[in-house]
Antibody
Framework: QVQLQESGPRLVKPSGTLSLTCAVS?????????WSWVRQPPGKGVEWIGE???????NYNPSLKSRVTISVDKSKNQLSLKVTSVTAADTAMYYC?????????WGQGTLVTVSS | EIVLTQSPDFQSVTPKEKVTITCRAS??????LHWYQQKPDQSPKLLIK???QSFSGVPSRFSGSGSGTDFTLTINSLEAEDAATYYC?????????FGQGTKLEIK
């Protein structure tokens, strides 16, 4: 079955750029029409970051829109997330998910801390 | 943005009890409402999609109902392993949003 694995730097300095990749295994990234990123600050609820379709443009949460880029690399079977100008408020567990309407599966998540 | 409000925020229950968690949307979302279970230090897991469709591999004691603005997740005959935080999520309109979560404690 499809499995997702996020990776990237765990510590990012304020005003820097958060960059994560999500490797898709057990299936093709082309098997699903939509893929998304969500995040969860420690001890808090879940926030949708954005989504990307197989064809067409991504959609982003307006609260983050100017700072977020989501892309897909079909040749590497992975998706990517970039968040620029990060602050402490961007400290969170970041998850990639496959969108079947509901989200499944979820990656194990990667905790990114924004700190100097 | 559609706001999802769950109730209760916290519930302490005994095994074999029946549990009901509600999720109310700030505007109609049809049946585009999904439920997840998150245990400590784990990723959320999909339980129910599109309000009432049980997801593959999920125990039959979990069920969902509702449409429009009011939705319910029901856990029949609660088991100790059901201790977790439960979230609802709407995919009817952008941005997708989640409820604040309902934490279930098993007595």
């Amino acid at each position: 079955q499809v499995q997702l694995q996020e990776s990237g730097p765990r510590l990012v300095k304020p005003s820097g750029t958060l960059s994560l990749t999500c490797a898709v295994s057990g299936g093709s990234i082309s098997s699903s029409n939509w893929w998304s990123w969500v995040r969860q600050p420690p001890g808090k609820g879940v926030e949708w970051i954005g989504e990307i379709p197989q064809t067409g443009s991504p959609n982003y949460n307006p609260s983050l829109k100017s700072r977020v880029t989501i892309s897909v690399d079909k040749s590497k079977n992975q998706l990517s997330l970039k968040v620029t100008s990060v602050t402490a408020a961007d400290t969170a567990m970041y998850y990639c998910v496959r969108d079947l309407g509901g989200y499944d599966p979820w990656g194990q998540g990667t905790l990114v801390t924004v700190s100097s | 943005e559609i706001v999802l409000t769950q109730s209760p925020d916290f519930q302490s229950v005994t095994p074999k009890e029946k549990v009901t968690i509600t999720c109310r949307a700030s505007q109609s979302i049809g049946s585009s409402l999904h439920w997840y279970q998150q245990k400590p230090d784990q990723s959320p897991k999909l339980l129910i999609k599109y309000a009432s469709q049980s997801f593959s591999g999920v125990p039959s004691r979990f069920s969902g109902s509702g449409s429009g603005t009011d939705f319910t997740l029901t856990i029949n005959s609660l088991e100790a392993e059901d201790a977790a935080t439960y979230y609802c999520h709407q995919s009817n309109s952008l941005p997708h949003t989640f409820g604040q979560g309902t934490k279930l404690e098993i007595k």
